[in-house]
């Protein structure tokens, strides 16, 4: 079993960014798929982001390409988002997420174990 723990988050004005880390306990984090996933008030969670177990593949949602980007440090338990170009409608709870199957997943059931959440409020 892994725990995530997020943090990172902030208040920032539009235009601005933030670098949102996730450090996992364990192991085993070498061994997971990891995504980014938001939820704004009032709407579903949403996925944002995913990289595959040694970095080789990265899959994001059309509304944040080229603004955001996903990593990982392997041999530090961790995963980051960069979030450039931020807009007000980015503004949401961030959650990172642990999957164990080989398969990249953009949908949060696939995905096994979450961390509590930051909060990202971007400005206008």
């Known amino acids: 079993q892994v725990q995530l723990a997020e943090s990172g988050g902030g208040l920032v004005q539009a235009g601005g960014s933030l670098r949102l880390s996730c450090a996992a306990s364990?192991?085993?984090?070498?061994?997971?798929?990891m995504g980014w996933f938001r939820q704004a008030p009032g709407k579903e969670r949403e996925f944002v982001a995913a990289?595959?177990?040694?970095?080789?593949?990265?899959y994001y949602t059309d509304s944040v390409k080229g603004r955001f980007t996903i990593s990982r440090d392997n041999a530090k338990n961790t995963v980051y988002l960069q979030m450039n170009s931020l807009k007000p409608e980015d503004t949401a709870v961030y959650y990172c997420?642990?999957?164990?199957?080989?398969?990249?997943?953009?949908?949060?059931?696939?995905?096994?174990?979450w961390g509590q959440g930051t909060q990202v409020t971007v400005s206008s």
């Open positions: 997420a642990g999957n164990v199957s080989l398969v990249v997943a953009t949908t949060s059931s696939d995905y096994d174990y």
């Open positions: 990289i595959d177990r040694n970095s080789f593949h990265t």
């Open positions: 364990g192991r085993t984090f070498s061994s997971y798929v």
